[in-house]
Nanobody
């Protein structure tokens, strides 16, 4: 079973930066596509960014393009989300997710989830 643990969230002011990390264990992480989702209070969970198992392809939702960067280091079994120029509307719980690469990229769903890390952007 693949386990995912997020870290790096916290409070930040508008315009600031944070880097989220997602540490994987239990399986060979290079066999999994990775993603970051977020859920704000009262809103549905939304996909923020995805990265292919080998790091060759990425996807971003329009609202974060040019501000967020997803990356991964398979030698460290970790996926990152660098968040710059943060806005109050980025406030949410951020979740790391993974899906086995056999289903192709991008996957239709993600089977493995972390517990989430809170990001709060104040104006």
């Amino acid at each position: 079973q693949l386990q995912l643990v997020e870290s790096g969230g916290g409070p930040v002011q508008t315009g600031g930066s944070l880097r989220l990390s997602c540490a994987a264990s239990g399986r060979t992480f290079s066999n999994y596509n990775g993603a970051w989702f977020r859920q704000a209070p009262g809103k549905e969970r939304e996909l923020v960014a995805q990265i292919k198992w080998n790091g060759e392809h990425t996807y971003y939702t329009d609202s974060v393009k040019g501000r967020f960067t997803i990356s991964r280091d398979n030698t460290k079994n970790t996926v990152y989300l660098q968040m710059n120029s943060l806005k109050p509307e980025d406030t949410a719980v951020y979740y790391c997710a993974a899906q086995n690469f056999l289903g192709g990229f991008p996957p239709g769903e993600y089977a493995y989830w972390g517990q989430g890390t809170q990001v709060t952007v104040s104006s």
